[in-house]
């Protein structure tokens, strides 16, 4: 399978020069990398520009509301765990209507990939601040002046909720982005993989981060104190994996012994 063979033949509806073509140029890459027939792979995503991705390859996808595409995998994953199991969001959708539901999804550690595409903004409904904008950008739809608040900070969230894999990549670097992606599928539990994908209609100095990122500059670590400190002073631009965690996966025994539904029924009469 060559990174063609994963693509649909839906035509994206993104802008021209969206970041979030070069996330689908690395997805393809990856899958191919690792030879996996799209049957054996699903992707799951919520609402914003970002999540449009699952129809725009080839593999079983599902498109569901905002912020609830983690639930939705996670149902998926735990009960056919032969899947591999890709999660896709944006800022918007993941960490702020779906914030929740990214706390928990890190603690339970289930086999899932997440890759959160983030543009500092919502982009499919016009341009407002979201949970990772800056304080002080001002073009935010909503908030002339900026919000004057502190954005959100998914790795050390994710770092401190569980998540056992983190790592950052730039969607303008579809090449660079793959072997980080492949590691990230690889490694068991729960994957945080945060993508700087700039969007060009609404904020378009983010056009500037591909000169700015670099890759970091030590090996990932195992020692989840040791990456709390470096993400706590983390500024946003360092590349490449920066967390690899050992913790068990969660995978219920689908063979365990059910309640049949008549035992079920008497548990819960009133
Ligand atoms: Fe991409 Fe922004 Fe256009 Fe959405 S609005 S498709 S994020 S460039």
């Not at 929740?100 to 919502?122: E, G, K, P, S, W």
């Not at 908030?143 to 730039?170: D, E, K, W, Y």
Request: aromatic share 8%; hydrophobic share 35%.
């Amino acid at each position: 399978m060559a990174a063609k063979d994963y693509k649909s033949g839906v035509k994206p509806v993104w802008c021209p020069g969206c970041g979030d073509y070069g996330v689908l140029l690395s997805l393809t890459k990856t899958l191919a990398e690792l030879q996996l027939s799209p049957e054996q792979v699903s992707v799951i995503s919520g609402i914003g520009c970002s999540s449009r991705i699952p129809a725009y390859l080839k593999t079983f996808g599902f498109h569901g509301v905002h912020g609830r595409a983690l639930p939705l995998a996670t149902g998926l994953k735990v009960s056919r765990p032969d899947q591999t199991v890709i999660v896709a969001s944006g800022d918007g959708d993941g960490f702020s209507i779906g914030g929740n539901h990214f706390l928990h999804a890190c603690r339970r550690n289930v086999n899932l990939t997440y890759i959160v595409m983030d543009n500092q903004l919502y982009g499919m409904t016009k341009g407002q601040a979201s949970p990772t904008s800056a304080p002080d950008w001002e073009k935010g739809k909503l908030t002339p002046g900026g919000t004057g608040i502190n954005p959100f900070h998914p790795l050390v969230v994710g770092l401190a909720s569980g998540a056992n894999f983190i790592a950052r990549v730039s969607g303008t670097d579809a090449n660079g982005a793959v072997p980080i992606l492949k590691q990230a599928i690889e490694h068991p539990g729960f994957s945080l993989v945060h993508i700087l994908s700039p969007c060009i209609t609404y904020n378009r100095d983010q056009l500037e981060w591909k000169k700015q990122v670099r890759q970091a500059p030590v090996e990932a670590t195992s020692d989840p104190a040791q990456a709390a400190r470096r993400l706590m002073t983390d500024d946003n631009l360092n590349l490449g994996v920066l967390y690899k965690g050992n913790r068990k996966p969660y995978q219920p025994d689908l063979k365990a012994q059910v309640d049949s539904l008549e035992v079920l029924e008497e548990q819960f009469a009133v």
